[in-house]
């Protein structure tokens, strides 16, 4: 069984920056694609970025060139680093790796 743990969300004005984390229980950072997905209130979860494990990266239009998604193999981590936060970024934020979920952490851009 694979653990995910998320971690960094909090409040934010706009503009500013978060850098999200993801603990994995096991070595799987290295070996398969891990993702980050958000959803906020009333709206889908929707994916936000993903890395391979061959180290490419995608991310949704709406975070590109603000949001840069990284992983450290060693540690078995996973991030999410977020700047020039908008107020439509606000959303739960959760790591995904093979059929696993974290609990989420949230995120809110506010002023």
């Known amino acids: 069984q694979v653990q995910l743990v998320e971690s960094g969300g909090g409040l934010v004005q706009p503009g500013g920056s978060l850098r999200l984390s993801c603990a994995a229980s096991?070595?799987?950072?290295?070996?398969?694609?891990m993702g980050w997905y958000r959803q906020a209130p009333g709206k889908q979860r929707e994916l936000v970025a993903t890395?391979?494990?061959?180290?490419?990266?995608t991310y949704a239009d709406s975070v590109k060139g603000r949001f840069t998604i990284s992983r450290d193999n060693a540690e078995n981590m996973v991030y999410l680093q977020m700047n020039n936060l908008k107020p439509e970024d606000t959303a739960v934020y959760y790591c995904?790796?093979?059929?696993?979920w974290g609990q989420g952490t949230q995120v809110t851009v506010s002023s």
């Open positions: 890395i391979t494990s061959a180290g490419r990266t």
């Open positions: 096991v070595s799987i950072v290295s070996r398969y694609a």
């Open positions: 995904n790796g093979l059929q696993f």
